[in-house]
């Protein structure tokens, strides 16, 4: 069975404090795919970044950065020079293929606040 | 870049009434699929839907639900006898490999 546990629940921080927000995910297929979306007061889910599980790369964009470790099953993300439009509920989210198609299962989110 | 879109972007209705919620796939797209999140939850899988086919469906998809493809273009989600857990953002998404969510539907059962 497939799994994503984001054990933060809320972070509080204040602008300019850097943050990181953890994600593990569980599954036994070999090809997947990780995703991290921003969901804001507005409810929308906004893409942030896709991984495949055969890269292992990390990536920067901006002020944000992704750690992705295989060996942990850990899909990390860094916000740096937190901004107080970064406020928002943050998913971490894994997806595997089925006959059907793909199955996108997330985690419980993590609340971020940041304060001025 | 084409993105999905949905609409009502919000709707109220009465419990026991039935809605329909719309979602407009990306063209060339063969999957399509509708997820869920209760208000302060997770995101939910529902059903994927597939030549014109439900391919799985979660325990939540039950009998008051369906789902269909009417045209070309549109994919629906149907809910018969709305209930008032049935208050809910409700996503539709299409993908090749990549999941586009549209903007949600904002459901809200009285």
């Known amino acids: 069975a497939q799994k994503v546990t984001q054990a933060q629940t809320e972070i509080s921080v204040v602008e300019k404090e850097d943050v990181t927000l953890d994600c593990v995910y569980e599954t036994r297929d070999t090809t997947y795919y990780l995703f991290w979306y921003k969901q804001p007061p507005s409810g929308e889910l906004v893409f942030l970044i896709r991984?495949?599980?055969?890269?292992?790369q990390n990536e920067i964009s901006g002020r944000y950065s992704w750690n992705f470790q295989k060996s942990t099953s850990s899909f990390n993300f860094t916000i740096t020079a937190s901004q107080v439009v970064d406020s928002a509920v943050y998913f971490c989210?894994?997806?595997?293929?089925?006959?059907?198609?793909?199955?996108?299962?997330f985690g419980a989110g993590t609340r971020l606040f940041v304060k001025a | 870049e084409p993105e999905v879109t949905q609409t009502p972007s919000h709707q109220v209705t009465q419990m026991g009434q039935e809605v329909i919620l719309r979602c407009v796939p990306i063209?060339?797209?063969?999957?399509f699929y509708w997820y869920r999140q209760i208000l302060g939850q997770k995101v939910e899988f529902l059903v994927s839907f597939y030549n014109n086919e439900i391919s799985e469906k979660s325990e939540i998809f039950d009998d008051q639900f369906s789902v269909e493809r009417p045209d070309g273009s549109n994919f629906t989600l149907k809910i018969r006898s709305t209930k008032l857990e049935d208050s809910a953002m409700y996503f539709c998404?299409?993908?090749?490999?990549?999941?586009?969510f549209g903007p949600g539907t904002r459901l809200l059962v009285l």
């Open positions: 063209s060339n797209h063969l999957y």
């Open positions: 998404a299409s993908r090749d490999t990549g999941p586009g």
């Open positions: 989210a894994l997806s595997v293929g089925y006959t059907g198609g793909f199955k996108t299962i």
């Open positions: 991984r495949n599980s055969f890269d292992e």
